[in-house]
């Protein structure tokens, strides 16, 4: 599975935007892409989706805050 359409995809549909596909350092934070509910939806889909498992207590928005770093991110829980 490719992790990187993936994850893009899940954000293309929660942020309603396919801005996110083309600008993957832009803060999703900053821009108002995303915000605190849509980041709860975000960890689901990765968990059903992808089988990626992160606690809220453990999310820390600088390593979410753009799409590469997400990627990024995702790749790396899904090797441990």
Known sequence: MDVKATVLDILADLTGSDEV??????????????????????L???????????????????????PNKIIAKVESLENE
């Open 21 to 42: 596909k083309e600008n993957l350092d832009e803060s999703l934070f900053d821009s108002g892409l995303l915000d605190s509910m849509a980041t709860v939806q975000l």
């Open 44 to 66: 689901l889909e990765l968990q059903q989706q992808l089988g990626i498992d992160v606690p809220v207590s453990e999310f820390d928005r600088q390593e979410w805050e753009t």
